[in-house]
C-alpha cells in the first residue's frame, strides 16, 4: 500500500559532479510511483529512517519551495539553473496532490533562475502557464526520457509513467510555450529496446514533434537494481535472462566494444533525423551531455 510522509528539508538545492550542464538538483520527493524496474535510485532508500519500498513510501519535502526562495534569494546565489528531477521525478502521481511544482516554479519566476527539468509524466502539462512564463524570462528546458516506442513493453518496463506517445505529446505542448525541449532515450536495455527499430522509432517520433537534442546510453546495472532487474526478467522475459547475465557478469556496464556498437547505431540514425546528441545552449553554453555519458544514470534515470 503507497504511503506519503511529509518531512522538512534544509535545503532545496543539492550541488552535484562536474560533467553536466548544471550544477544544482532539486529533487521534491524521495522514492518514485513510476516503478520503472531499471531505477538506479533503488538503494536511496535505504538512507530513510522510516524504511519501506522504494516505490510504494513517498516523502514529500513540504517545504521545499520555502527553502528554494531562501536559497536563491542568496546574494551568494549565482542565478545558475537548476534541474528539477535527477533522483525521482517531480511530477509523479504525488505531485497531483500536494502541488509542490507550482510553488517552486513560481519562485524561479520570481528569480528569473533558468532551469532544467526530466519527466515521464504528462501532469507537467498542468504547469504549462508557469513555463510560458518563465520562458519568457530565461532559459528553460525539458526533457521526456524515452524508452520504447512498444507500448506493451514500455508498460511493462515503466508500468506506472505515461506512454511514449503521451510523453512526445508533452514536449510538442512545452516546445510551442518556449522550452526548448529533448528525448533522453535512457536507459537502452540490451536485446530489449536497443533494436535498430525502436531506435528508428524514438529518433523519427523525436524529429516530427521538433525536439531540440536526443541523447541515449545503454542501461547500467549495479547494487539493487541489477537484482530487481533480474527478477523482473525471470517474470516477464525469462527467455532474456542468460544472454543479458552473460552481458553484466563482469560488472554495472556493458562491455567497451557492446557499447561502442550501439552508440554507432544510435549515432547514424539520430543523424539521419537531423537529431544532435549533443545540445547547446542559445549563445553557445554548456552541453546538454555529461563528459562521462555513463554519469548520466546518476541523474536522469527518473
Same mark, same amino acid.
Given at each position: 500500500?503507497?504511503?506519503?510522509?511529509?518531512?522538512?528539508?534544509?535545503?532545496?538545492? #543539492?550541488?552535484?559532479?562536474?560533467?553536466?550542464?548544471?550544477? /544544482?538538483?532539486?529533487?521534491?520527493?524521495?522514492?518514485?510511483? #513510476?516503478?520503472?524496474?531499471?531505477? +538506479?535510485?533503488?538503494?536511496? #532508500?535505504?538512507?530513510?529512517?522510516?524504511?519501506?519500498?522504494?516505490?510504494?513510501?513517498?516523502? @514529500?519535502?513540504?517545504?521545499?519551495?520555502?527553502?528554494?526562495?531562501?536559497?536563491?534569494?542568496?546574494?551568494? /546565489?549565482?542565478?545558475?539553473?537548476?534541474?528539477?528531477?535527477?533522483?525521482?521525478?517531480?511530477?509523479?502521481?504525488?505531485?497531483?496532490?500536494?502541488?509542490?511544482?507550482?510553488?517552486?516554479?513560481?519562485?524561479?519566476?520570481?528569480?528569473?533562475?533558468?532551469?532544467? @527539468?526530466?519527466?515521464?509524466?504528462?501532469?507537467?502539462?498542468?504547469?504549462?502557464?508557469? +513555463? =510560458?512564463?518563465?520562458?519568457?524570462?530565461?532559459?528553460?528546458?525539458?526533457?521526456?526520457?524515452?524508452?520504447?516506442?512498444?507500448?506493451?513493453?514500455?508498460?511493462?518496463?515503466?508500468?506506472?509513467?505515461?506512454?511514449?506517445?503521451?510523453?512526445?505529446?508533452?514536449?510538442?505542448?512545452?516546445?510551442?510555450? !518556449?522550452?526548448?525541449?529533448? @528525448?533522453?532515450?535512457?536507459?537502452?536495455?540490451?536485446?530489449?529496446?536497443?533494436?535498430? =527499430?525502436?531506435?528508428?522509432? %524514438?529518433?523519427?517520433?523525436?524529429?516530427? %514533434?521538433?525536439?531540440?537534442?536526443?541523447?541515449?546510453?545503454?542501461?547500467?546495472?549495479?547494487?539493487?537494481?541489477?537484482?530487481?532487474?533480474?527478477?523482473?526478467?525471470?517474470?516477464?522475459?525469462?527467455?532474456?535472462? !542468460?544472454?543479458?547475465?552473460?552481458?553484466?557478469?563482469?560488472?554495472?556496464? @556493458?562491455?567497451?566494444?557492446?557499447?561502442?556498437?550501439?552508440?554507432?547505431?544510435?549515432?547514424?540514425?539520430?543523424?539521419?533525423? !537531423?537529431?544532435?546528441?549533443?545540445?547547446?545552449?542559445?549563445?553557445?553554453?554548456?552541453?546538454?551531455?555529461?563528459?562521462?555519458?555513463?554519469?548520466?544514470?546518476? %541523474?536522469?534515470?527518473?
Amino acid at each position: 500500500m503507497r504511503e506519503y510522509c511529509e518531512i522538512k528539508c534544509s535545503e532545496a538545492c #543539492h550541488r552535484i559532479k562536474s560533467g553536466f550542464p548544471y550544477r /544544482w538538483d532539486l529533487n521534491i520527493y524521495r522514492g518514485c510511483e #513510476h516503478r520503472c524496474v531499471y531505477c +538506479f535510485a533503488v538503494y536511496s #532508500h535505504r538512507y530513510m529512517g522510516g524504511g519501506g519500498g522504494f516505490f510504494d513510501n513517498i516523502y @514529500v519535502k513540504a517545504n521545499i519551495a520555502e527553502r528554494l526562495e531562501k536559497q536563491i534569494s542568496s546574494p551568494n /546565489w549565482k542565478r545558475e539553473s537548476v534541474n528539477l528531477g535527477g533522483v525521482t521525478d517531480n511530477y509523479q502521481p504525488a505531485e497531483a496532490r500536494y502541488r509542490l511544482m507550482r510553488d517552486v516554479l513560481k519562485t524561479l519566476i520570481k528569480y528569473r533562475n533558468p532551469c532544467y @527539468v526530466s519527466t515521464k509524466s504528462k501532469l507537467i502539462l498542468r504547469d504549462l502557464d508557469l +513555463f =510560458e512564463e518563465l520562458a519568457y524570462y530565461t532559459e528553460v528546458r525539458v526533457a521526456a526520457t524515452i524508452t520504447c516506442v512498444d507500448e506493451e513493453i514500455r508498460r511493462k518496463i515503466e508500468p506506472g509513467a505515461a506512454s511514449s506517445s503521451e510523453r512526445f505529446s508533452v514536449l510538442k505542448e512545452l516546445k510551442k510555450v !518556449g522550452a526548448d525541449v529533448g @528525448v533522453h532515450f535512457m536507459p537502452a536495455i540490451p536485446y530489449l529496446t536497443d533494436s535498430d =527499430e525502436n531506435i528508428e522509432g %524514438i529518433c523519427k517520433s523525436a524529429r516530427a %514533434i521538433g525536439a531540440d537534442y536526443i541523447i541515449s546510453c545503454p542501461l547500467n546495472l549495479r547494487g539493487e537494481t541489477k537484482a530487481n532487474f533480474y527478477e523482473f526478467l525471470i517474470r516477464e522475459y525469462p527467455e532474456k535472462l !542468460g544472454r543479458i547475465k552473460a552481458l553484466y557478469k563482469d560488472g554495472g556496464y @556493458v562491455p567497451k566494444e557492446f557499447a561502442a556498437g550501439y552508440y554507432e547505431r544510435f549515432a547514424a540514425v539520430s543523424e539521419k533525423y !537531423g537529431l544532435s546528441r549533443k545540445y547547446r545552449a542559445r549563445g553557445g553554453g554548456a552541453s546538454a551531455e555529461p563528459e562521462n555519458i555513463d554519469e548520466y544514470e546518476q %541523474i536522469s534515470f527518473i
